[in-house]
């Protein structure tokens, strides 16, 4: 179990510039989760991969936001033209299948947009 | 909505002292997580509570289920400086095709010696 890797760590941007974080799941996990957290604030929901397959999405990610997870192993979330707004920690969970198995997160990518 | 509520929000405490935080949600669940957050670090699982009456212990933690209520709750016995740090809740939510964790508001602990 080599846990869930997050890259980059920091990412410092330009506003309008687009960004794409990357995700490592572990390796036995078919379920995977990108989180958003704000400073002081705990973590939002993003959207929910299981295998390859995007179940679904929150509101909170505007059309500027895209996630994939192709063949169902890594996934990457990119944002587009980004915003003050999008400055945050972006985090990334995993699990298996099955009602015992807990979340792993990563270290996560923290995102400043300058 | 899913909403998850904790209280207090900071709590500043003596070493050796005991208190609880809470968990109140919204809607209708049967799994709760708690997990830990040191500053600009990421989440440590602390507890996974899977049933109605769920009480799971960790050294000066313990964690506590009552789906009927909606309530959750994680006692600190005789705090240690050692546990500092912001707690959250995460109520699992299941919608059809989809699941995912609703986290609470998180508890900043401030455990002074």
Redesign the interface.
Known sequence: DTGVSQDPRHKITKRGQNVTFRCDPISEHNRL?W?RQTL??????LT?FQNEAQ??KSRLLSDRFSAERPKGSFSTLEIQRTEQGDSAMY?C?SRRGG??Y???????T?LTVV | ELKVEQNPLFLSMQEGKNYTIYCNYSTTSDRLYWYRQDPGKSLESLFVLLSNGAVKQEGRLMASLDTKARLSTLHITAAVHDLSATYFCAVFFYGGATNKLIFGTGTLLAVQP
Do not use: D, I, K, V
């Open positions: 989760y989180y002081g604030q705990g973590p939002e929901f929910y179940l679904e985090l969970a009602r015992s807990g979340y792993t997160f990563g270290s996560g923290r």
